[in-house]
């Protein structure tokens, strides 16, 4: 089956760094990918969406500026949590969707745990 | 605005029972409705689509049934399992395929021996 690796799967840093989270998928081309936030006993809440070879699309309240995506390859997207603060400590999440014609589930990385200390 | 309704407590069964969950749907018109299920510290996985014209999918101890009048998709997992605790998500989804996935609130799934 279709397979989301994301990693990495937990990072710890400090106040101020900037943070890289890549999703790749292993066994098929994702034209989509979609990066989730995830609190503690909440569900996922999306962030954007990200095409290959375009500019991604933010949801409302989420600063492209803080969380840059970049949409490189087919089988890449990354998320880069600029100038991290506690605040931005969270479950992240990627998902990736292939091409066809829609009814296409998504499938989804592992997760990265980000801690800002 | 789209909003997506599932069982916000937990729910609690005994082993062998039948789990069902709900999830409701508003100012929505999906053309199909997705189930995921997530362990924690993990990513939902998926387990059952149903398109619209369908009104129930099943596979294996899992069934799936929507109905676009009531606007609500079911969820039942038959015979169930301790292994069967996560905590389940719907995602309904309109026709097109560039359109966003958004989730339900998710249900939390407990199944004791």
């Known amino acids: 089956g279709a397979v989301v690796s994301q990693h990495p799967s937990w990072v710890i840093c400090k106040s101020g760094t900037s943070v890289k989270i890549e999703c790749r998928s292993l066994?098929?081309?994702?034209?989509?990918m979609f990066w989730y936030r995830q609190f503690p006993k909440q569900s996922l809440m999306l962030m954007a969406t990200s095409n290959e070879g375009s500019k991604a699309t933010y949801e409302q309240g989420v600063e492209k500026d803080k969380f840059l995506i970049n949409h490189a390859s087919l089988t890449l997207s990354t998320l880069t949590v600029t100038s991290a603060h506690p605040e931005d400590s969270s479950f992240y999440i990627c998902s990736a969707e292939g091409q066809g014609i829609g009814n296409q589930p998504q499938h989804f990385g592992d997760g990265t745990r980000l801690s800002i200390l | 605005s789209q909003k997506i309704e599932q069982n916000s407590e937990a729910l609690n069964i005994q082993e062998g029972k039948t789990a069902t969950l709900t999830c409701n749907y508003t100012?929505?018109?999906?053309?199909?409705l997705q189930w995921y299920r997530q362990d924690p510290g993990r990513g939902p996985v998926f387990l059952l689509l149903i398109r619209e014209n369908e009104k129930e999918k099943r596979k294996e101890r899992l069934k799936v049934t929507f109905d676009t009048t009531l606007k609500q998709s079911l969820f039942h997992i038959t015979a169930s399992q301790p292994a069967d605790s996560a905590t389940y998500l719907c995602?309904?989804?309109?026709?097109?395929?560039?359109?966003?996935?958004?989730f339900g609130t998710g249900t939390r799934l407990q199944v004791f021996p």
């Open positions: 100012n929505y018109s999906p053309a199909y």
């Open positions: 066994d098929f081309q994702a034209t989509t």
């Open positions: 995602a309904p989804r309109t026709r097109y395929n560039t359109d966003k996935l958004i």
